[in-house]
T-cell receptor, first 115, second 110 residues
Framework: DAGVTQSPTHLIKTRGQQVTLRCSPKSGHDTVSWYQQALGQGPQFIFQYYEEEERQRGNFPDRFSGHQFPNYSSELNVNALLLGDSALYLC??????????????FGPGTRLTVT | GQQVMQIPQYQHVQEGEDFTTYCNSSTTLSNIQWYKQRPGGHPVFLIQLVKSGEVKKQKRLTFQFGEAKKNSSLHITATQTTDVGTYFCAFKTDDYKLSFGAGTTVTVRA
């Protein structure tokens, strides 16, 4: 049973460019959340996708957008990259309902460096 | 909005000793979760507490939710080198958003 997978592992981009990060949830999970984790800080919630729609959004600008596909996988897009976007981007999957719905399984993350 | 403060930010522990890390909120929380992130790794879910005064144990780890549901603690006994990492508390503001504290980073002296 594969856990949450993310690609790529590392990415270096230039300021102003655009980036797409990908996530495949754990088998049986239908909900995907994205987090940004700056060095030395806790993960910050970006948004959550369920049934191919953004269900809730954190305090991130519109430059951050996402998508969820029918197979529950998800993408995070960031436009007009800023130096401050350099961080570890984590994807977490969960089930939408039931007793196990509270537990989030995190992927290994994508380390984005903006130069 | 709601947020949690974790203290201490750093915990340096002698192998074999016990320590406690705390998670405090100014408002009542409906739930509290704890995660562990090893150096270079990703957060791994440890436990969720939802009841006032709840205490749960996992081997050498004891988790507690305060009676007023405004604070939580994680106590580790007989610290081992495998306990190295950052421990985060987090809470769900509603059904969807998980808000994390800044974490307590634990190092162990052998």
């Amino acid at each position: 049973d594969a856990g949450v997978t993310q690609s790529p592992t590392h990415l270096i981009k230039t300021r102003g460019q655009q980036v797409t990060l990908r996530c495949s949830p754990k088998s049986g999970h239908d909900t995907v959340s994205w987090y940004q984790q700056a060095l030395g800080q806790g993960p910050q919630f970006i948004f959550q996708y369920y049934e191919e729609e953004e269900r809730q959004r954190g305090n991130f600008p519109d430059r951050f957008s996402g998508h969820q596909f029918p197979n529950y996988s998800s993408e995070l897009n960031v436009n007009a990259l800023l130096l401050g976007d350099s961080a570890l981007y984590l994807c977490a999957s969960s089930v939408s309902t039931g007793l196990l719905g509270y537990e989030q399984y995190f992927g290994p993350g994508t380390r984005l460096t903006v130069t | 909005g709601q947020q949690v403060m974790q203290i201490p930010q750093y915990q340096h522990v002698q192998e074999g000793e016990d320590f406690t890390t705390y998670c405090n909120s100014s408002t009542t929380l409906s739930n509290i979760q704890w995660y562990k992130q090893r150096p270079g790794g990703h957060p791994v879910f440890l436990i969720q507490l939802v009841k006032s005064g709840e205490v749960k144990k996992q081997k050498r780890l004891t988790f507690q939710f305060g009676e007023a549901k405004k604070n939580s603690s994680l106590h580790i006994t007989a610290t081992q080198t495998t306990d190295v990492g950052t421990y985060f508390c987090a809470f769900k503001t509603d059904d969807y958003k998980l808000s994390f504290g800044a974490g307590t980073t634990v190092t162990v002296r052998a």
